[in-house]
Every structure is written in C-alpha cells, then in structure tokens.
C-alpha cells in the first residue's frame, strides 16, 4: 500500500470496520439450533405446528433430485451449511420451513422438529455467467452451483458448526416454473424474516479491505458538507491525496458485479440487518450507504467517474454507482410508510440486469405498491413471453391513471425501437440510450407544451381495447408536424480551450439551426437554439436552465463559429461588451470558479440533452428533439405554452400601490390604536391603570411581533413570492385584531398584538421591496413613498374611528369597536392581492421568465412586449438574475459578505436612525405631551388630529417631487432640522417647566409645563411632524428598499425592517419612563441622535433617485464617494436609446472588429 495510504488509515478515526472478522463476535451468521426467539414466539410457532399434519410437513421427494415437493403457500427451503475448511467439499442439507408467522424467524416443517424456530440468514449475491462448474453435495446429492456462489459459501463455512442460510440458487429449484413462480411472493418475508442478509460482493483483492476502511471515514468526515468538494480540498479534509491507490480501490469496488443486479434492489429493502462483505472484509449496509450519500453530495463521486472512466464511455454515461445506492437506501428507509409504483421502480432500475429479461418485473414485486404486485402474478412458462409481460404490465398502468400524467411517464421511457413491442411499450430489455428529458418523479412540471394540465370528468385519456391488446388509443392535441431533422449526436463534448477544431457538436448543432432566421411567437432564434442545446433544463435534469447560460452559450458559439452574432437574435451580455481587459468575459474565464461551474454545467445540461438524439424543425418553424427513429411521442416544442388561461390583474403602477400600500395602512391603525387610548379612562379603568413601564410593554408587545415578522419575512418573500408573503401577512393581520378586539385582560391583549405585529413586520418590510420592484425608476420614490402616506391615513383613520368611540360610548365597547374596525383593511389587501402581478425581479430569481416579460410590458408600455424600456429593463433584469445566480445561496449571514456589506449597513442604519430621529415616539406618546403642556381629555384628543393632518399632508406634498429632489438632500435636511427642534423642546422644557407629582391625575407624567412656553412646545411638536413627514418618513422605507442587490433584497430589507423594530421595541420601552425620570432631557438624547446620523449619512450614503434598481447594484460597488454620486448612472437610458436604435433597424450591440 502506498506511504499516503498507510499514513491515512493510520490517523483514521474509530469505525464500525473490522478486517479479518470473528463471526462469533462481529457478524453473527444464523445456525442450526440457534434462534432468539421470545416465550411469546415460541408459544405462538407450537400452537401453529399443532393445526398441521405430517402431510404437511413430510412429502415424498424425488428420487433424482434433493428437492422435495414445496406443498405449503409459504413453506420454503434453507441450507443447513456443514462445518468444514479449506478445500473440503462443500455439504449442506435442505430443510423445510414456513415463513405463515411474522417475526424474525421461520417455523421447521420437519417432522423431527415440527414447529421450532429456525434463524437462517438469507444471501445477496451475484450469480455470475450461467456456468455452474461448482458443486455442493446436497442431503446426497451433488448440486452444480456457480463459481462465484461456491466461493461465497466457502467464506461463510464454519469449522466448528452448521450455518443456515437462504440461498435462491439452491434453495429454490430452479429448474421447476411453478415453484418459482410460488417463491417469487414469498421473497418479501423470506428476506424480512431473517435473522439478518449477509451482502456478498465477493472475494477479496489486495486493495478491497482499504476501500471498506474508506467508506467508514467517508461516512464520518462528509458528513456535515452539503457543498462540492474538490481534489485540491482532499488534505482539508483529511482524506487521502487526490493521487492515492485507495481511489482505484474504491471505484473497483464500485465496480463489482453486485452493484448492476437487479434482484439486490428488493433484497437491500426487505432486510431488517444487512452486511456487506468481501472476502474477509465487513462492513454494515449503512455505512455504504452514508458514503455514498457524501460521496455523491460533495461532487466526488462525479470526480471518481471522470477520473476512472474515461476510455469507458458506456460506465460514464450509466447512472451514478453511489447516487443509486443511496437511492437504493432511502427506499429502504421509506419502505414500511411509502408505497411506490411498479413503474416508477422500472424507470429507477432501468441499467438493472438479470438473467431472465421477465425478472425485470418479478424482481421488483416484493417492493412496489399492492395494486401493482397483486396485477402482476409471476409466469416462467415458455408460453408467456416478456413482451406479453411488458404490454400487459402498461396497459395495466395506464388503465388506472386517475390524474393523466402516466401517459407522460411510459412515452418518455421510450428511446428505441424494438419492432417486436408495441410502439407504446416500453422495452426494459434494453437500457435507455438517450437521457429521459420528460419523466422522473421531480422534473414533470419543467415541460408545459399544451398549457396548464386539466383532467375532464367523463373523460378518458388513454384506451386499451382488450380485443386489441397491441393498440393504444390516446386523446391529444395535434401540435406540429417535423419536416427535417439532423443527423442524431453520438458523442457531446464541449471545450472553450480549442473551440473551432473540438467542438464538433456544438458546430453541428449550429449548422442545423442556422437555416432559421426567424422564430414564431416572442422567441429569437439563438434563444431557441441555446435552450434546445440544453433542452431546457439545467445539470440536474430537475430545473429549468437558468438565465447565466446564455451569456456562456453565446461566448462558446462565438468561438466555435468564428461569427459574431452566429444567430439571429444572439444577445451579448454587459460583461462580454466591456472593453479587453475591463473585466470582458473571455473565454479563459471560463477556467475561474464561477464562470467554470456554469461551463461545467452546461457541458452537462447538453450531454443529457442531444447524445443519441437529433434536432428537428416543423411546419411552423419551432425547434424540437426528435429520437431516432423520431416518433410523434418524442415531440416536444421549444418553448413550452404560455397560453393557459390567466386571470384579470391589474397593472396600472398607481392603483397597485393604493392597494399595495394598505399593508402600510395596517401600521398605522396599530399606532393609533394604541396612542389615542393610552390616556383614554375606559382604557385604564378596564385594564387596571398600568404603569408605565407595563403600559410600555403593551405597546412594546407589537414591536417585537413586528421584529420577528420582519425577519422570517425575506425568506417567506424569496420563497412564496412578494405577493404571497402579503397574503399570508393580510390573513394573521385579521386573526390579531380578532385576537385584540376581543382582549379580557393584559395577557390577552398583549397576545393579539403580537399577532399583529407579525403581520405588521411583513407588510413593512414586503411592501416596499414588492413596490420597489414593480415602479419604474423616474417614480419608484414616488410610489414606494405611498406606503409612508399609507400610513399617515392609517394613523388619521384610525385616530378619528378611536376619537368618535372615547367622545360617544362610555364602555369597554368604545375601545373594542375600534380594534375591532382594524380587521377591514387586512381582508380588503388579501382580496386585492389576487388580482395583482408577481414582482418581475421576483419571477426572474425563479426563471420565470415569460411571465417577467408580460409583466414588465404591463407594467412600462401597456402590454407591448417589444417596447424599447421594456427590453431594456428586462436586460437590466437579466444580468442582475445572472449575478443573483452565480452567487452563494444566502442567509442573514450572507447580508455581511465582502460585496453587500456596505448595502446591508445603509439599509439597516437608516431604519435604526428613523427611529432614533423620535418621529415614531412622537406619534406614539402624543397625549402624553399635550398632556404636559396642559391639555387635557378631548382637546389633547383634538389636538392630535391636527398634528397627523399635518402628517398626511405633508407626506402627501413631497410625494410628486421627491424623486427629483433625491434622497441624500431630505435625509440630511429633515436629520439638522429635527436637531435644533428637540434641542429647542428640551431647552423650552428645561427653563420653562417644572416636576410635578402627577398631571391630571397621572402619575406616570412627572413634569408639567404652562402658558405660552407650553403652546410653543405644541407648535414645536407640529413643526416636527411635519418636517418628519416631508423628509425621514417617506425616505426611510425608500432607501432600504432600493440599496440591496435582487438576490438579497426580500431577505436584507426584512432584516433592515427588523433592525427597524427592533429599536422601535427598544424605545417602547424607554419613552414612558423616560417621561417620567427625566422628562426634558429625553428631547436632548433624541437632538443627539439626529447630530450624529447627519454625519453618518453626508458621509455614506450614496444618492439612489432616479437610478435603476440594478444601477444601484453598480454604485455600491463603484469607490464613488457619496456625496458625488448624485449624476452617476446613465446606463438605464443608454441601453433605451440602444434597444430604440435596434427596433428601428440598428444593431447597437454589434462591434466591428479590426486588427492592428
């Protein structure tokens, strides 16, 4: 073994492996007299054995042969192994049990031992070539056996006593069909009953016993990394150098016969305990199988393959050894609670072998759904043939499809022709040729060619005329008609190192499709052409091929054409239009790590898609894979129909932002819900007089609500979409004024607004990134800053709604009524948001994009698809889709990587400083300080509604002009006036008043203050809100929707909005007893907070108005200082003006070349 190796095993940690096992002590085989059975089971197997009569048990056996008669439905045979060594002749004798009971153990049949217990363990072999040049001498009678199954009994002989084993090839009688056919049911309890399966991969080589050991620290040293690993990364890891013998040891044994039968599927399943061995070498089946799982996870399987493989081109293209094996475990661990299809089972065993083509199916029926096996009934009659089988077995499946898919699954598991099958039948004799693009249990909904799936009562899909077995009769739709088609693609291989001499594929593909210069519907030819390369999907075969393709498809044709554009439409991304040695994407990129995995998938993607495949074109002009021989069952039209039928949805950018908005106006119920009954007497009365700090944690109650809402928020958002987030927001926002309305006490009510704030943290962290995203740029200030206005009319309505309840009804009713209002606007938003688009950026993160286009064209140009902002957006979109793509999956964590830290610092911050401005604390506590100022009951009531019209009114002035004033001017503005207007409160305050015991009866206020200081307090109080609502209150949700990039948005301003909540829980907290400790000096802390966020922002914050979304991305990213960027960005327009200069018949991404 070579010096690595040696140094590997020898720091290898503890394992589950033992070289040159004790059976005694390791792997207990069963034996003769031998069982573990409970009194219970052994009470149950005598009361058994007394219901049955010697005839049963004995039968006359024949002469020539060691087989007697099997008579039982489920009697069986086991092997009694005699003891030997060495080369002994190998001895056994045939005993006959029953396997009626369940448990771990069958029932002798023998008349000597009527009813005892018999353990055995059953094997799982290979058989090997049909040459039985081994013998056994069985009760007398000399028994011809394979090599290989001879070599496993010699392994498993004991020396000092009988072994008892289940062994298919001897104890069963292979020459008799009938008792075949009777055993084959019986395999499910034959391999469940045993004591444990003893999996034999065979002898033993000089490098075997290290490829086990491997497999062992496999399973310990992936078993946490979920990411691709390379060979560079071995020594990390501690696993051996990339270059070690222990790697060829471990694909040898990969590569044993075993692994490639088909019968090994249902014998891993059944067995309670299965152990694999080789030769003298022992391991558990679980082992092998969370090796394989980490093997296949981490890409080291797939580097095995590439590196083992590659002068074996039918091993590289058969399925992964290791992906099958944990597939082979999960079934397993599913077995007992999942059910699974027969012939969903064919698909998954399809490079399975066996000797008789009919076990196909038989081998599969101790695993597969009752429906299934009791349809199937096991026939090795020389009458019935497997073509017979196979028909009857689909026409079987197709004859009870309740949903209409099935039809789907047997045409895509045709790849061939077999002339003496049925056209519809599926031919398992043969392995696929080509790699299924239509069918496996995951990637049904990838393909959508007739438009969405519908079922029809009283409708039947597919016929099978029982007078005519051979003929299928299916409803359809007609779709086209292929009029040419290629010559088929044996070999795929894709390279950017010499692309004009080895890409011979590829320029294949391109003289095929090059005879289009135009495409039907909204497609381009080179978009048509480099979806077909990869037939849509990506390397997995179980998505759709994302967006970053074609900028790499496009490179790669380029290169391997010697043209540029090679196709009518080719598009060019930013990068490939920079200038050399400006960060041009180039084709030696393609060796870096991102530009390479994408390479590398696509090389992939297009292997699966056209080996042993053609392309064809049809009467319409629509390209299509076609098998070879093509056949209407392998049709399928690029790109799949978008025509099924879409509800009626708005897409004026107004109306959508009315409406949009009212999870705005939720927020601003809640603030008003509380502030106009803090001082309210029903209020106290009802809930005992609350202190301050109580009265704190009941408002404070709603802001941590809103904390945790706004957290799970991004991720909801990311994953159901912006709308669907909104809707799952509307429906716990009526659960939580329900909840409210109905409160009995603190606790109650405290429960209902943290119910609330859930929806509240949502909704304002969501409706901002949903309208941020829908508006084009010259206005996304405008209509982002609706949901702030929203607000403010949520404040006032409720306000007014809480006023005409204190001032008419003198009850807890007042208060209740109020709460209770507070459900209407949540089930207005939840109807509405059935009639709204999905965000577009939304759609493009998922590649939807079809459905992006039509909305962006909604949206922009009034349905016109071909409108030049429409185009030119939707190319913005595409490279930030492509950015988003190519970077890591993302978690909070992520918001601080070395790209995006900077965004998730402005975003969070000017949260944090809108709360720390104190425009949220005046609104809350404003009763208090009318309160002491001297106003009281419903003047101070009153004089709170004049404040929030002022609010409104402000708000709704800036909301024409605030994208032409930009953001860094109001931030900075309204942070200097608020400044000198807390400073000048507290000044007023300060010298002007004077503590107090209480006011009006309040002990919770402490200081008091009268005449004319106290009116130019309340002046000072409407001269900031309005000031706030000119400035900080619209501009605060503005920026933290448009800093983050596509990929991070719903996430980072969920977490910007919980930074939001956070302080807003935190200050809920500290303004009640800060009124009441020290009073005027609150107003100072509050002039403090807004000296220093004034700095902080002329400083760092860039200006974003009038900037696209993803021309944001590129300021960030810019070493711009951020009082400079007020003019940079003009990108938007230029590529305007480009997509203009294209439509009018001027190609503005062409660049002549010239050489120097």
Not at 953 to 973: H, K, N, Q, S
């Amino acid at each position: 073994m070579a010096d690595e190796n040696v140094q590997f095993f020898g720091n290898s940690i503890s394992s589950e492996y033992w070289r040159a096992y004790d059976v005694d002590k390791q792997f207990k085989l069963a034996s003769a007299g031998d069982h573990a059975c409970s009194e219970a089971d052994l009470d149950r197997a005598r009361t058994w054995a007394s219901t049955k009569t010697p005839a049963v048990a004995l039968s006359v056996p024949d002469a020539s042969t060691p087989y007697r008669p099997i008579v039982d439905p489920y009697e069986i045979r086991v092997l009694e192994i005699k003891p030997g060594m060495g080369s002994d002749s190998l001895q056994g004798s045939l005993h006959h049990c029953s396997l009626e009971l369940q448990g771990r153990f069958a029932v002798s049949l023998d008349q000597d031992n009527l009813g005892t217990p018999v353990s055995y363990t059953a094997l799982s072999y290979t058989w090997g070539p049909p040459v039985f040049e081994g013998a056994i001498l069985c009760d007398g009678y000399r028994k011809a056996i394979t090599t290989s199954l001879e070599a496993a009994l010699r392994a498993f002989r004991r020396e000092d006593e009988p072994v008892v084993m289940w062994i298919d090839q001897i104890c069963i009688n292979q020459e008799d069909h009938k008792e075949k056919e009777q055993q084959i049911p019986l395999m499910t309890r034959i391999y469940q009953n045993a004591t444990n399966t003893a999996i034999w991969l065979g002898e033993s080589t000089s490098n075997s016993a290290s490829a086990i050991m491997l497999l062992e620290d496999v399973r310990k040293l992936l078993q946490f990394t979920e990411r691709d690993v390379g060979p560079m990364e071995f020594e990390r890891l501690s696993l051996p150098n990339p270059d070690a013998e222990v790697w060829k040891a471990l694909w040898d044994l990969f590569s044993r016969p075993w692994f490639t039968r088909l019968w090994i599927i249902q014998e891993v399943i059944l067995s309670k305990d299965a152990w694999v061995v080789c030769g003298s070498d022992i391991t558990t089946w679980d082992v092998l199988s969370w090796a394989c799982l980490h093997l296949s996870t981490c890409g080291i399987s797939r580097w095995l393959t590439q590196k083992f493989s590659s002068n074996d081109m039918r091993v590289a293209e058969s399925r992964d050894v290791c992906q099958s094996a944990w597939h082979l475990g999960t079934l397993k661990m599913s077995f007992e609670s999942v059910s699974v299809m027969l012939f969903e089972l064919l698909v998954d065993s399809r490079e399975a072998q066996c000797y008789d083509s009919r076990d196909k199916v038989y081998g599969l029926l101790g695993v597969c759904q009752d429906s299934d096996r009791s349809a199937v009934k096991a026939n090795y009659a020389d009458t019935f043939s497997d073509v017979e089988l196979y028909r009857n077995l689909t026409a079987h499946h197709l004859s009870n499809d309740p949903t209409g898919w099935r039809i789907t699954a047997v045409f895509t598991s045709i790849d061939h022709e077999s002339p003496a099958l049925p056209s519809w039948v599926p031919d398992w004799r043969k392995t696929r040729r080509t790699a299924s693009l239509g069918y496996s249990t995951t990637t049904r909904a990838v393909y959508n060619a007739s438009g969405r799936f519908k079922t029809a009562i009283g409708k039947t899909d597919v016929v099978v005329d029982s007078q005519r077995p051979d003929e299928l009769r299916v409803r359809g739709i007609s779709v086209d008609t292929v009029v040419r088609t290629s010559d088929p693609f044996a070999a795929c291989h894709l390279t950017y190192t010499n692309p004009a001499v080895d890409n011979k594929t590829l320029l294949g593909l391109f003289g095929f499709v090059r005879q289009l210069q135009d495409y039907p519907g909204q497609d381009t030819v080179f978009s048509a052409f480099w979806h077909a390369l990869v037939a849509g999907k990506d390397e997995s075969g179980m998505a759709k091929a994302p967006s970053s393709y074609e900028e790499i498809i496009s490179l790669l044709l380029d290169a391997t054409t010697g043209l540029s554009p090679s196709l009518p439409g080719q598009t060019y991304s930013v990068r490939q239009r920079r200038p050399v040695g400006k960060g041009r994407l180039e084709l030696e990129n393609l060796a870096s790590r991102t530009p390479g995995k994408t390479f590398q998938e696509i090389e992939t993607a297009m292997a699966r898609a056209v080996t042993n495949r053609r392309l064809g074109i049809t009467s319409k002009g629509v390209l299509c894979h076609v098998v070879d021989p093509a056949s209407v069952y392998d049709l399928f039209a690029l790109p799949a129909s978008s025509s099924s039928p879409v509800m009626y949805c708005i897409y004026n950018i107004y109306a959508l932002a009315a409406f949009g908005t009212i999870g705005g106006m939720l927020f601003g119920f809640d603030i008003s819900s509380m502030s106009a009954w803090i001082g309210a007497d029903s209020y106290k009365e009802y809930f005992g007089f609350p202190s301050s700090t109580l009265q704190g944690g009941i408002t404070a109650s709603m802001s941590g609500g809103s904390l945790v809402g706004a957290l799970v928020a991004g991720f909801i958002a990311d994953w159901w979409g912006r709308r669907g987030a909104l809707k799952l927001a509307s429906v716990i926002w009526i659960i939580g004024a329900v909840l409210q309305c109905s409160s009995q006490n603190v606790g109650h009510l405290i429960a209902g607004r943290v119910v609330i704030g859930l929806a509240i943290g949502i909704t304002s962290s969501q409706c901002c990134v949903y309208l941020a995203e829908l508006a084009p740029s010259r206005i996304r200030g405008r209509i982002v800053g609706i949901q702030q206005w929203s607000i403010e009319w949520g404040i006032l309505i409720m306000y007014l709604i809480s006023y005409a309840c204190v001032v008419t009804i003198d009850s807890p009713r007042a208060f209740r009524i109020a709460w209770g209002v507070q459900g209407i606007p949540g089930l207005i938003l939840g109807v509405a948001l059935f009639f709204f688009p999905e965000s577009p950026r939304w759609l493009a993160q998922k590649d939807r994009w079809e459905e992006c286009h039509e909305v962006l064209a909604h949206l922009h140009a009034g349905g016109d698809r071909e409108a030049p902002v429409v185009l030119a957006e939707l190319d913005e979109v595409k490279d930030a889709a492509r950015v988003a793509a190519e970077s890591k999956d993302i978690g909070v964590l992520g918001l601080f990587g070395p790209r995006v830290w900077k965004r998730t610092l402005a975003g969070c911050s000017v949260q944090v400083w809108q709360q720390l401005l104190g425009g949220n604390v005046m609104l809350y506590y404003l009763v208090y300080i009318f309160n002491m100022a001297g106003m009281t009951g419903n003047t101070a009531l009153t004089s709170s509604i004049i404040q929030y019209v002022i609010f409104l009114v402000t708000t709704g002035a800036i909301l024409p002009i605030i994208d032409r004033l930009g953001r860094r001017p109001l931030l900075i503005g309204g942070a200097i006036i608020c400044c000198i207007i807390h400073f000048t409160t507290g000044a007023v305050m300060k010298v002007h008043g004077n503590p107090v015991d209480e006011v009006n009866g309040d002990e919770n206020l402490k200081w008091a203050i009268s005449g004319a200081p106290a009116q130019g307090v309340i002046a000072l109080c409407y001269i900031f809100v309005g000031v706030y609502g000119l400035t900080w209150a619209p501009i605060g949700w503005i920026y933290a929707s448009e800093v983050f990039p596509l990929k991070y948005r719903a996430t980072g301003v969920g977490f910007a909005a919980a930074c939001n909540w956070a302080f807003n829980l935190a200050l809920a907290f500290f303004v009640p007893p800060a009124f009441t400790n020290i009073q005027w000096k609150t107003y100072m802390i509050f002039g403090t907070f807004c000296a220093a966020m004034t700095v902080h922002i002329f400083f760092t914050y860039p200006e974003t108005s009038g900037k696209t979304l993803e021309e944001i991305d590129a300021l960030f990213d810019a070493n711009v200082p951020a009082w400079r960027t007020g003019s940079a960005g003009v990108r938007f327009e230029d590529r305007v003006a480009a997509a203009e200069s294209k439509k009018n018949g001027f190609d503005a991404t062409h660049v002549d070349r010239a050489e120097v």
